[in-house]
């Protein structure tokens, strides 16, 4: 958030138009950022944990989790404290979701979680699923069609923004 205080402040920014986005552990924040701030006018999520407790049972990298949340969901208080969905009532970003069926480390029932939680709260989201892709879009078509999207998405709810 301090770089963002330090973008809005430069004369060639408009601090009103913000958006913001990240996948992996950048989509975890930008799922953070979703139940936390309301100053960005659009965010993208691609491959973001959603909810710590159903991804510790799912994912095939527990090391992560063990050691970043100090123990299992059952003996540490983090899993509840850092979980975005435990702040879902103060969602109110557009958010494009984008996750590919094939990513074992953060599995797409994270991303179905998140867009079921923004369609369910009312909030506009999209959800771009991927089926033949992991964690990281490798192939150029995909690539293409993110991007595609991305752009689109932050075209319809940043740079038009009031």
Not at 53 to 70: A, I, K, N
Request: with cysteine; glycine share 10%.
């Amino acid at each position: 958030m301090r770089a963002c205080d330090w973008a809005a402040a430069q004369s060639f920014v408009d601090a009103n138009k913000m958006g913001a986005f990240g996948g992996s552990f950048g989509g975890y924040m930008v799922d953070w950022f979703l139940g936390h701030t309301d100053r960005f006018k659009a965010l993208v999520s691609h491959a973001g944990v959603y909810n710590l407790d159903s991804m510790y049972g799912v994912t095939e990298e527990l090391w992560f989790p063990e050691w970043d949340l100090r123990g299992r969901p059952w003996d540490s208080q983090q899993y509840q404290d850092r979980s975005p969905h435990r702040f879902a009532k103060n969602f109110k970003t557009p958010t494009l979701v984008t996750h590919g069926e094939l990513d074992y480390r953060v599995p797409i029932g994270e991303g179905i979680q998140l867009f079921q939680t923004l369609k369910r709260l009312g909030v506009p989201a999209r959800f771009l699923y991927f089926p033949d892709e992991g964690h990281w879009l490798l192939k150029a078509r995909n690539r293409e069609l993110w991007l595609e999207t991305v752009i689109a998405w932050f075209n319809g709810h940043v740079k038009n923004a009031q």
